[in-house]
Structures are given as structure tokens and as C-alpha cells.
């Protein structure tokens, strides 16, 4: 089946530096979204990616998709300790079966040190 | 606006007991999902439903069974608990599977003695 691997597992950094979290697919997928997940909390939408090659931004998050559609990056300028939390991607394959399924990696947890 | 849904927000079951995990949502979505989330390996797809009277499995089907006989709700019934399905549980909806953000509710903790 479809699997989504995401790496690192945990990330401390210091507040300013700067954070990335990368997502790769086994397959080609149809989309990829991203997930933030505070403490205690549950996960919530950031953004979703379509287009081969997709960049987003949102403030100091930058969003990118692959060219082969097979893995994302999000990446965090001069993080905040608001920023603290465990970020998710995850896929939906292109096939009608893997299509219906929104295939989460294992999250990185990000630490943001005053 | 509710959103999603989820009762109860903490269990804690025997062995072998069996019970149900609510999850209602009130946006009329007709995807709906059940995830279980384990340190380390993200949210696992348990079962999902692309409308009422329409469920299948996802990853870990095994030891829970779902229903869905309205659009609102979609329970997740464990059959006989064992300590391997102490795990935080998280239903979703969204409006149309495949294309657009999942909406989650606050979670079950269950736990499994």
C-alpha cells in the first residue's frame, strides 16, 4: 500500500533559526497536504499542494511539491515559539482505491527553544 | 458551528470489553474517517466512509467495525478491547474525498488495561 515517510522525527532548534520537515511518497500522489498538531490539540489544515512543482507560501511558511509529485517540504523561516508543535503531511494517491485515502507520515516534532 | 464531534474524550476499558467512540459532524461532508495516532507513526486510517450506507477499510481495520446510517454520524465500535488499541482516536470529515482539507474532531484517549 501506499506509504508516506517523514523525517526528521523530532527538531529542536532556537527561536529565530530556521526548520524544515521533508515528505516522500512510495507512490505518485494526487495531492499533498499539510497538518500542524499543538500539544493536546488535534491536527488542523495548513495548506494543500496540487500542481507538479507547486510552491506556496503562507507568512514565514514556504510549501513545496515535488516534480514528480512523489515528496514536499515545508519550511519555516525564523521560527516562533507559536510555531511549536508536530507538522503532518499527507497524500492522496491517484489511483480510484488510494484517491479515497489521505495517507498521514509519521510527523515531525518541532521544538522552539526562547 | 460544532464542527466534528467526538464522545467520549477519555475511556478506559478491560480487556475484552467492547464499546463505541461517537463521532457526529454538522457540516454535511460526506467523506468521513476514523484515525488512530500512536507515538511515532503518525495517524493511521482505521476505516473511512464516502457516504451514508458506504464504509471501507483503511490500514488497521482489525478489531473495529463502523456503520454509517445517516451523513452525520459514523461511530467506531471496538468488538473486544485489547491493550494493543490503547491509542489516541480521531475522527474527520470532508466535504468530497480526495480534493479538499480534512476537518478532525478533538480526539478519544483510550486507553486499555
Known amino acids: 500500500g501506499q506509504q508516506v515517510m517523514q523525517i526528521p522525527q523530532y527538531q529542536h532548534v532556537q527561536e529565530g533559526e530556521d526548520f524544515t520537515t521533508y515528505c516522500n511518497s512510495s507512490?505518485?500522489?494526487?495531492?499533498i497536504q499539510w497538518y500542524k498538531q499543538r500539544p493536546g490539540g488535534h491536527p488542523v489544515f495548513l495548506i494543500q499542494?496540487?500542481?507538479?512543482?507547486e510552491v506556496k507560501k503562507q507568512k514565514r511558511l514556504t510549501f513545496q511539491f515535488g516534480e514528480a509529485k512523489k515528496n514536499s517540504s515545508l519550511h519555516i523561516t525564523a521560527t516562533q515559539t507559536t510555531d511549536v508543535g508536530t507538522y503532518f503531511c499527507?497524500?492522496?494517491?491517484?489511483?480510484?482505491?488510494?484517491?479515497?485515502?489521505?495517507?498521514f507520515g509519521s510527523g515531525t516534532q518541532l521544538t522552539v527553544l526562547p | 458551528n460544532a464542527g466534528v464531534t467526538q464522545t467520549p474524550k477519555f475511556q478506559v476499558l478491560k480487556t475484552g470489553q467492547s464499546m463505541t467512540l461517537q463521532c457526529a459532524q454538522d457540516m454535511n461532508h460526506e467523506y468521513m474517517s476514523w484515525y488512530r495516532q500512536d507515538p511515532g507513526m503518525g495517524l493511521r486510517l482505521i476505516h473511512y466512509?464516502?457516504?451514508?450506507?458506504?464504509?471501507d477499510q483503511g490500514e488497521v481495520p482489525n478489531g473495529y467495525n463502523v456503520s454509517r446510517s445517516t451523513t452525520e454520524d459514523f461511530p467506531l465500535r471496538l468488538l473486544s478491547a485489547a491493550p494493543s488499541q490503547t491509542s489516541v482516536y480521531f475522527c474527520a470529515s470532508s466535504p468530497v474525498p480526495g480534493t479538499t482539507e480534512a476537518f478532525f474532531g478533538q480526539g478519544t484517549r483510550l486507553t486499555v488495561v
Open positions: 499527507a497524500g492522496r494517491g491517484v489511483s480510484s482505491g488510494s484517491a479515497r485515502q489521505l495517507t
Open positions: 499542494l496540487v500542481k507538479s512543482g
Open positions: 466512509s464516502v457516504g451514508a450506507g458506504i464504509t
Open positions: 507512490t505518485t500522489l494526487s495531492n
